[in-house]
């Protein structure tokens, strides 16, 4: 009989812990004249990364995140089993041209900005189900692409509503490996798929509003699977949620939850970013520039990073369909290093 | 220690057989006026589905495939662990809006024409890893939002060049279980992820050019990590290399193999489609429609699925970039029933 890794409705433990070895954040010039600046591997001076169009500035991009990712690790592209992958372009131009030159197995994902934690979530299930022992997953968006994709061209000057978001521009990856650290490291322990909620929501600058619920229906579901609340953790952080789908998600939770949003964390007030920030790349850089690193600082911490996407797209806006949300989480631990004598 | 499924360099082993216990397939007129009309589960005699844009008639077709789907099995949505999808459109509009109204855990996928495929592997392998009993896989095309999403909006009456394909209007769904039939079932026992390659073609109406060199990579890397020839299997079966990409993939392979092509499967001589059938929705059609009830003909048959994916977009191809092809396989086998006492 197999063992069935299943707990409650949503909730899958892994056997084994998955341990991250490498992370990357690549980023542009006001994600790098934000909070989180210093800590990002590298930071843009230009937005076009050296490239003519913004499609293929993302592309760069993704390039350069999965170099340093690999120069940051004992490990080759030959090792990896695996690479998912995906961002908010159509047809994700911007991975598919980005991993173009890597010759890695790669598979495509499209959950929005839900894509870095699918990601995490099934890199980490072919490791622990014993398929591969590395595995990596990425994640990317571009502020202008993301914008002449979704909303309006910026040549157009559109004014943003106070209520939008800004599209991260950055790629943030991870590579995954059952072959645990001797140093204390930060390591997947379960995961959880989401189901599509949809409130209604039709306005493409409210992504905030479309994407909480569903990060609170992933997030309860699995708290109840495990038998946990949200203070048993050192933190649990949503995706992309921004100021207002903080907000809104508060008030679902009658103020019961602590947490966090990455979408909180990248900019700085003075950068008039409006709601914050979004974007596939949002929790994929915050992940390696603040998550992990804060995980390692304290020993033993448990951590929920809950990707929160929003599936619409230009088209399903101007036939006037609202915005379905889907959330899908992983739970990470920091663990101390396995000493081999 | 855990037990490592790879064998060679790209080819994975399931521990168990993952049973194929139902599929669906829904297409449009065209299609059911095709070679495999009688085959198909729901032929709809109206492209639109019912709906006001080819968008929101992709969407229906899914979610019709997916009812079907469960309608056929014994079971039902709630039983599902996690269920892979997408198509072609931008942000797989068509996959997410067809799934909305299902209550599922849903994982999106971009691999374009591969997609049926990857879902198929990445489900076969949850279910092997030990973390659900159930999972399923679905991808979708629609002829129309195609041409307009890649090429030319058919109002245009753009004449289509002669290696073009026609992307099938179609949705196909599996459902794929721990649990074995007691009847005669087929089984998926092994998959493969493909890497990219890129031959240089840049023509969006070369799709089978741009897709051959992936399949061609794909399947002689899987068939030496396996020690077998082509005509080891019953068949293997290409997703959608219509035929020019088959004779290309005939050439490269020096008439070395016997295999088919699923966009040779789809439409008659007469239908005028020009080089054959292309899209998500072909290969997943194609395999509920035809590759399972052949092999349930043949007992102990085994086949090659390989799904060929093209990942451009209409942003790469104005922005002059060429075609990545990619390509993931799963093999299947006809198995005797499990009988009880």
Chains 1, 2 share one sequence.
């Not at 293929?56 to 993704?62: F, K, R």
């Not at 949002?282 to 448990?302: E, N, Q, W």
Request: with cysteine; hydrophobic share 35%.
């Amino acid at each position: 009989m197999k063992q069935m890794k299943k707990v409650g409705s949503c909730a899958y433990l892994l056997a084994n812990p998955v341990a991250v070895v490498s992370t990357s954040s690549v980023v542009g010039p006001v994600e790098g004249a934000g909070r989180l600046g210093e800590a990002f591997d590298y930071v843009s001076n230009d937005d076009y990364f050296g490239q003519k169009t913004w499609e293929q500035a993302e592309s760069a991009m993704v390039s350069r995140a999965v170099g340093i990712l690999y120069d940051k690790s004992h490990l080759t592209p030959n090792d990896t089993g695996a690479f998912f992958g995906g961002d908010l372009e159509k047809q994700c131009t911007g991975t598919s041209f980005g991993f173009r030159g890597w010759n890695l197995p790669f598979c495509g994902l499209y959950g929005a900005c839900s894509t870095f934690a699918e990601g995490m979530a099934l890199g980490a299930a072919l490791i622990d189900g014993g398929y591969m022992t590395v595995a990596g997953a990425a994640a990317s968006s571009h502020f202008s692409a993301a914008e002449r994709e979704y909303r309006m061209p910026l040549a157009y000057g559109n004014q943003r509503q106070l209520c939008a978001q800004r599209t991260v521009t950055g790629c943030g990856a991870v590579l995954l490996s059952a072959e645990l650290p001797t140093e204390r490291y930060v390591a997947v322990t379960s995961f959880a798929f989401g189901k599509m909620v949809d409130a209604g929501v039709t306005d493409p600058a409210e992504m905030g509003a479309a994407m909480a619920p569903a990060a609170y229906q992933t997030i309860t579901t699995y708290l109840e699977d495990r038998g946990k609340v949200s203070t048993d953790y050192h933190r649990i952080y949503t995706g992309d949620l921004g100021e207002v789908g903080y907000t809104i998600l508060r008030d679902m939770t009658g103020f019961g939850w602590e947490y966090e949003d990455c979408g909180r964390l990248v900019f700085t007030p003075d950068q008039d970013t409006h709601a914050g920030g979004s974007g596939c790349g949002c929790s994929a850089t915050v992940f390696g520039a603040y998550i992990l690193p804060d995980m390692l600082k304290h020993p033993g911490s448990r951590v929920i990073l809950a990707g929160t996407g929003a599936l619409l797209s230009a088209t399903s806006t101007l036939q006037g369909e609202s915005i379905p949300g889907i959330c899908h989480l992983v739970e990470l631990e920091c663990r101390e290093g396995v000493k081999t004598c």
